[in-house]
């Protein structure tokens, strides 16, 4: 036996004995042993089979010293700060899957090419440590049955190339199991990529800040400036890494978003109406700042109502389920008029804190201010803006409150214009025949007092 078959088989049994049995191994080592194994340490570092931090054994023996010590610090974690920030697959034929890693380093595999990396240290048919790094992690859920061989220039394992493997699991099923950031549309822009991040903290904004306000340069108090400085830390991270960014986006989902969005739309859609409500209760006090008299309170809702227009149109071609969205933002607009509909009466007709109040019939009604005496150049209060919306899943999960609306809009006190009450029945046609049913024929409108 020659004195490198020696040192390769001290090898392999330094390398069984650690893996099997290192206890007995240390219990009575001779000195010889301890002496053979050292000198084969010195001589070649790096076993012929290299055991993966994830218990995978891999034969390197047709490696020279120095490959090997390459492919020990790509498959043993310990060894290196490699990680993964995000991977993509390119529309290429054959597909190309890129592996972005951290310190700016890119892994390309596709087809039957030889895998590269952009840190230029394979050269000449030889891997580098992020391309074993790479293989190790394509193969961790291998079973642990006998060694795999590794080509010299990362190729493949055990005669089978890396993107063949991709092709075979699924890239995306890969990426999901070793919790790799996948990048499934184009990166935006950075300013593009700040104003999305904004979009998607502002869901945990502590004052309730919709997105457009959370990006306000207006004066916030503490605790809205420091979740701002939050989000700019966030944002610098992000931009550097883009696998935070990937990351985000799956945590914060749009879906997620919405339901969030709509959560405080509810809460401000109720805040405007108690306001209202305890303005005409108590009238301006020092805890009722605002003074919501009917016309603040009209130009309030009439705010939200753009606002859900405007949130709708910016999210229904990336949201992943468009019924769901119209759908909510239909609910939040009927609530509205639901609302509305309920406060068809004189404002201030038992008031007794004040002995002042407005003349115009529209100052002193709600209803009146925004769907009876509404400017020609308003248009159809929530209605023209329900028309944008599709309605089936509004009809289906709404149709009581519909009902409900409309049996309001029949019995208020001033009638609905004909305008509106055609509006409604042709967006809800549904509602034609109970209308009829109900009203018994038509019947002339009450003039305003």
């Given at each position: 036996m020659?004195?490198?078959?020696?040192?390769?088989?001290?090898?392999a049994?330094?390398?069984?004995?650690?893996?099997?049995?290192?206890?007995?191994?240390?219990?009575?080592?001779?000195?010889?042993?301890q002496?053979?194994?050292?000198?084969?340490?010195?001589?070649s570092?790096?076993?012929?089979?290299?055991?993966?931090t994830?218990?995978?054994?891999?034969?390197?023996?047709e490696?020279?010293?120095?490959?090997?010590k390459?492919?020990?610090?790509?498959?043993?974690?310990?060894?290196?700060?490699?990680?993964?920030?995000?991977?993509?697959?390119?529309?290429?034929?054959?597909?190309?899957?890129?592996?972005?890693?951290?310190?700016?380093?890119?892994?390309?595999?596709n087809?039957?090419n030889?895998?590269?990396?952009?840190c230029?240290?394979n050269?000449?048919?030889?891997?580098?440590?992020?391309?074993?790094?790479?293989?190790?992690q394509?193969t961790?859920?291998?079973?642990?049955?006998?060694?795999?061989?590794?080509?010299?220039?990362g190729?493949?394992?055990?005669?089978?190339?890396?993107?063949e493997?991709?092709?075979?699991?699924?890239?995306e099923?890969?990426?999901?199991?070793?919790?790799?950031?996948?990048?499934?549309?184009?990166?935006?822009?950075?300013?593009?990529m700040?104003?999305?991040?904004?979009?998607?903290?502002?869901?945990?904004?502590p004052?309730?800040?919709?997105?457009?306000d959370?990006?306000?340069?207006?004066?916030?108090?503490?605790?809205?400036?420091?979740?701002?400085?939050?989000?700019?830390?966030?944002?610098?991270?992000a931009?550097?890494n883009?696998?935070?960014?990937?990351?985000?986006?799956?945590?914060?989902?749009?879906?997620?978003?919405a339901?969030?969005?709509?959560?405080?739309?509810?809460?401000?859609?109720d805040?405007a109406?108690?306001?209202?409500?305890?303005?005409?209760?108590?009238g301006?006090?020092?805890?009722n700042?605002?003074?919501?008299d009917?016309?603040?309170?009209?130009?309030r809702?009439?705010?939200?109502?753009?606002?859900?227009?405007?949130?709708?149109?910016?999210?229904?071609?990336?949201?992943?389920?468009?019924?769901d969205?119209?759908?909510?933002?239909?609910?939040?607009?009927?609530?509205?008029?639901?609302?509305?509909?309920?406060?068809?009466?004189?404002?201030?007709?038992?008031?007794?804190?004040?002995?002042?109040?407005?003349?115009d019939?529209k100052?002193?009604?709600l209803?009146?201010?925004?769907?009876?005496?509404r400017?020609?150049?308003?248009?159809?209060?929530?209605l023209d803006?329900?028309q944008?919306?599709?309605?089936?899943?509004?009809?289906?999960?709404?149709?009581?409150l519909?009902?409900?609306?409309?049996?309001?809009?029949?019995?208020?006190?001033?009638?609905?214009?004909?305008?509106?009450?055609?509006?409604?029945?042709?967006?809800y046609?549904?509602?034609?025949?109970?209308?009829?049913?109900?009203t018994?024929?038509?019947?002339?409108?009450?003039?305003?007092?």
């Amino acid at each position: 036996m020659s004195v490198e078959e020696l040192s390769k088989l001290s090898l392999a049994e330094t390398m069984v004995t650690t893996r099997a049995g290192a206890a007995r191994a240390r219990a009575a080592p001779s000195q010889d042993t301890q002496q053979s194994a050292s000198s084969s340490e010195a001589s070649s570092p790096t076993p012929s089979l290299i055991v993966s931090t994830n218990g995978l054994q891999y034969d390197v023996s047709e490696f020279d010293g120095d490959l090997r010590k390459r492919a020990k610090r790509g498959l043993i974690y310990e060894d290196n700060d490699i990680e993964m920030k995000f991977c993509e697959a390119t529309e290429d034929d054959p597909k190309k899957y890129l592996f972005h890693l951290a310190d700016d380093i890119t892994v390309a595999m596709n087809g039957g090419n030889t895998p590269k990396c952009s840190c230029g240290a394979n050269e000449d048919g030889r891997a580098c440590k992020h391309i074993f790094w790479m293989l190790g992690q394509l193969t961790s859920q291998v079973q642990k049955t006998q060694p795999l061989q590794l080509a010299k220039d990362g190729s493949t394992v055990r005669d089978t190339r890396p993107a063949e493997l991709i092709k075979k699991y699924g890239f995306e099923t890969i990426a999901g199991h070793l919790d790799w950031p996948l990048l499934e549309e184009e990166l935006p822009e950075e300013e593009d990529m700040v104003d999305e991040i904004a979009n998607m903290l502002s869901v945990f904004e502590p004052t309730d800040d919709l997105p457009a306000d959370f990006k306000s340069d207006e004066t916030r108090d503490l605790s809205s400036r420091k979740y701002q400085e939050f989000k700019d830390l966030i944002a610098d991270h992000a931009k550097k890494n883009n696998g935070l960014y990937i990351q985000l986006q799956g945590i914060i989902d749009r879906a997620f978003r919405a339901r969030v969005f709509f959560a405080k739309i509810d809460h401000r859609i109720d805040r405007a109406f108690d306001a209202f409500q305890e303005y005409i209760a108590k009238g301006p006090t020092r805890t009722n700042a605002a003074q919501v008299d009917v016309k603040n309170c009209a130009n309030r809702l009439k705010g939200l109502v753009q606002t859900i227009a405007e949130y709708y149109h910016e999210q229904i071609e990336e949201h992943p389920d468009p019924e769901d969205l119209a759908t909510r933002a239909g609910k939040a607009l009927l609530d509205i008029l639901d609302g509305v509909a309920d406060r068809d009466f004189d404002a201030y007709e038992n008031i007794t804190w004040s002995s002042e109040h407005p003349t115009d019939p529209k100052d002193r009604n709600l209803f009146v201010f925004l769907i009876y005496a509404r400017p020609e150049d308003e248009g159809l209060f929530v209605l023209d803006t329900l028309q944008g919306l599709p309605q089936d899943g509004v009809i289906r999960h709404h149709w009581a409150l519909i009902q409900g609306i409309l049996e309001k809009l029949n019995r208020s006190n001033l009638w609905t214009p004909q305008e509106y009450m055609d509006a409604f029945r042709t967006l809800y046609p549904e509602t034609r025949k109970r209308a009829a049913s109900e009203t018994g024929g038509s019947s002339a409108k009450r003039p305003m007092q």
